[in-house]
Structure formats: structure tokens, C-alpha cells
T-cell receptor, first 116, second 115 residues
Framework: DTEVTQTPKHLVMGMTNKKSLKCEQHMGHRAMYWYKQKAKKPPELMFVYSYEKLSINESVPSRFSPECPNSSLLNLHLHALQPEDSALYLC???????????????FGPGTRLTVL | AQTVTQSQPEMSVQEAETVTLSCTYD???????LFWYKQPPSRQMILVIRQEAYKQQNATENRFSVNFQKAAKSFSLKISDSQLGDTAMYFC????????????FGTGTRLTVIP
């Protein structure tokens, strides 16, 4: 089973709203990722969690706030977003092979976010 | 820094024919993984095939196979007996096994299978 689930599929929010994206996996993976993908572009890494600890933050604005409550769940809290933040947000997970090395990443279906 | 180059922004192929997508990469590492991911209009990023750099044998998955040329830093994807469901954006990706261990994507090739 290589399933990563994401909710919601679509989200429309105003610039003053607070919303959250959710990602879940039950493959026993200990590394989880958030990516942002603009149309016709490759995904851009935002955050990496390893063993529920934030290990990489790719200089993402503070209006994006990640959270990893447990090894299966990853959230992305959104607040005061800008229209340019509209994009597809992808979650991924992978095995951690030890010594900080990651294995193949498996992606969820994404959340299409529109900021008005 | 690692870079991944896909020089074919768009390609098309007749149904049942064979097509090859190109990918080159640049790295000073000797141990790494290479991937092809497929992203159809439904948006889900799906793993197509994976190659470990230390393995000389080219990976295959049913109709999908790769031509891995380590010295030339080339990693092409061959799709045989193309099907309409193969229509998608294809991303080549590189992951080193040291340092940040992140996934680096190419810019993608949009493949259209024509009935």
C-alpha cells in the first residue's frame, strides 16, 4: 500500500482566513514533506519532517505553518495568504533508511488552493 | 548543486507506439537514486520507475524501462505500447544519498498519446 491521502481536494479562501491542509499516511514512513506546485512547473520543496521533527524549512514565509502531530499525520496551517500563494499543495512521505537518509517519496493527490 | 535537465517540453506519440523521454543530470556524487514520476491531469504525482546508481542493470516496470548511462549522466524513459492513459506530465528526479537528501526535479515533459 503506497497511499498518501490529502484533504481537502479543493480550497478557496480569502486573504484574512485561517485554514488547514491535512495529509495522512499509514505506511509507517517517518519522513513527510510539503511541496508547492505552480501550473506547468515542478514541485518546490517547502518543509521536511523527520521523526515528527522539522528538519528542513526552505525559507517559507511564516504565513505557512507546518505541524506534525504524530508519525502518520502532517498539517499545513494557512493564515493571511496572498493571491500568489494559489497553487497545488502536495504532501509526500518516505521511509527513513537511517543515518538521515530518505527513500523513495510517495505523493498524495494534492490540494488545489485558491486565494482570493 | 544538483541539476536535472529535461530538454523536451512537449512530445506526442501514436497509441501503441514507443516513445523515449530524455533526462540528463549533473552531480559530483557517486551514490544516488533517479526517478521518473508521472502527473496526469488528475494531478496525482505517481512513481513510474526508480533506478539506484550503483546498479548497472536498467530498471523496468512492465511497459516502462530506462536507459541509465552513469558516465554520461543520462537517464531516459522508454514507454512501449503507449496507451491513452499515459498522457501526462513526466518529471525526471534526482535524489542524492548524502547531504540534504532532497528530491530535485527536472522541468518536465508533457506527453500526449494520440488515438
Amino acid at each position: 500500500d503506497t497511499e498518501v491521502t490529502q484533504t481537502p481536494k479543493h480550497l478557496v479562501m480569502g486573504m484574512t482566513n485561517k485554514k488547514s491542509l491535512k495529509c495522512e499516511q499509514h505506511m509507517g514512513h517517518r519522513a513527510m514533506y510539503w511541496y508547492k506546485q505552480k501550473a506547468k512547473k515542478p514541485p518546490e520543496l517547502m518543509f521536511v519532517y523527520s521523526y515528527e521533527k522539522l528538519s528542513i524549512n526552505e525559507s517559507v514565509p511564516s504565513r505557512f505553518s507546518p505541524e506534525c502531530p504524530n508519525s502518520s499525520l502532517l498539517n499545513l496551517h494557512l493564515h493571511a495568504l496572498q493571491p500568489e500563494d494559489s497553487a497545488l499543495y502536495l504532501c509526500a512521505s518516505s521511509q527513513d533508511r537511517g543515518m538521515g537518509l530518505k527513500d523513495t517519496q510517495y505523493f498524495g493527490p494534492g490540494t488545489r488552493l485558491t486565494v482570493l | 548543486a544538483q541539476t536535472v535537465t529535461q530538454s523536451q517540453p512537449e512530445m506526442s506519440v501514436q497509441e501503441a507506439e514507443t516513445v523515449t523521454l530524455s533526462c540528463t543530470y549533473d552531480t559530483s556524487e557517486s551514490n544516488y537514486y533517479l526517478f521518473w514520476y508521472k502527473q496526469p491531469p488528475s494531478r496525482q504525482m505517481i512513481l513510474v520507475i526508480r533506478q539506484e546508481a550503483y546498479k548497472q542493470q536498467n530498471a523496468t516496470e512492465n511497459r516502462f524501462s530506462v536507459n541509465f548511462q552513469k558516465a554520461a549522466k543520462s537517464f531516459s524513459l522508454k514507454i512501449s505500447d503507449s496507451q491513452l492513459g499515459d498522457t501526462a506530465m513526466y518529471f525526471c528526479a534526482f535524489m542524492d544519498q548524502t547531504g540534504a537528501n532532497n528530491l530535485f526535479f527536472g522541468t518536465g515533459t508533457r506527453l500526449t498519446v494520440i488515438p
